[in-house]
């Protein structure tokens, strides 16, 4: 089964807007992370939040996780036309070592 | 942060031929490297974990005689694509670990395999 639901699949907001994207899983995790790919292009890491952490943010970036309801959510604020990207959660397994499990990631779309 | 190259970024192959493809980290020992391939508008799926100086561990459903990984050093890890066909054409992402307690991981930037 699939560890790493994410939803929406596609979002397309104006720039200034605010974008949200959340993230589910089914296992426990050591940590859950949010990386960005723009398109054609390897993977950046954004944020990491351990499974005893509740919010961190980074910039305009701010992460939520919520153990008990194993989702976690990642929010854009004052989106940019440049964070046009998609972007995935990723968990980190208890039972799997530095071996991720990618979500099906979420395409977001900022128009000037 | 850490820097990992891929080589080559973009690759167009006959069907039957072999292709490999590099993985390097640059400035730090990478322990442990992944492969992954990713289909348009798909997620990252895991091919094998690669550790230095030991056989890659593959995933579940990717052939290891088609999907040749080696590990040689501590900073180079290659994926080789054997007798590729047109349904291997994909893009080929590897990440790389220090091995830190951080968990993070540090992706080089794909590379496109296209078999004709």
């Known amino acids: 089964s699939q560890q790493g639901e994410e939803d929406p699949q596609a979002l397309s907001i104006q720039e200034g807007e605010n974008a949200t994207m959340n993230c589910s899983y089914k296992t426990s995790i050591n940590n859950l992370q949010w990386y960005r790919q723009n398109s054609g292009r390897g993977l950046v890491h954004l944020i990491l939040i351990r499974s005893n952490e509740r919010e961190k943010h980074s910039g305009r970036l701010r992460v939520t996780l919520d153990t008990s309801k194993k989702s976690s959510s990642l929010l854009i604020t004052a989106s940019r036309a440049a964070d046009t990207a998609s972007y995935f959660c990723?968990?980190?397994?208890?039972?799997?070592?530095?071996?991720?499990?990618f979500g099906g990631g979420t395409r977001v779309l900022v128009k000037p | 942060g850490a820097v990992v190259s891929q080589h080559p970024s973009r690759v167009i192959c006959k069907s039957g031929t072999s292709v490999k493809i590099e993985c390097r980290s640059l400035d730090f020992q990478a322990t442990t490297m992944f492969w992954y391939r990713q289909f348009p508008k798909q997620s990252l799926m895991l091919m094998a974990t690669?550790?230095?100086?030991?056989?890659?561990?593959?995933e579940q459903g990717v052939e290891k005689d088609k999907f040749l990984i080696n590990h040689a050093s501590l900073t180079l890890s290659t994926l080789t694509v054997t007798s590729a066909h047109p349904e291997d054409s994909s893009f080929y992402i590897c990440?790389?670990?220090?091995?830190?307690?951080?968990?993070?991981?540090?992706f080089g930037e794909g590379s496109r395999l296209t078999v004709l």
């Open positions: 690669s550790n230095e100086g030991s056989k890659a561990t593959y």
């Open positions: 990723a968990t980190d397994e208890k039972a799997a070592g530095n071996k991720l499990t």
């Open positions: 990440s790389a670990s220090s091995g830190t307690v951080t968990g993070e991981l540090f």
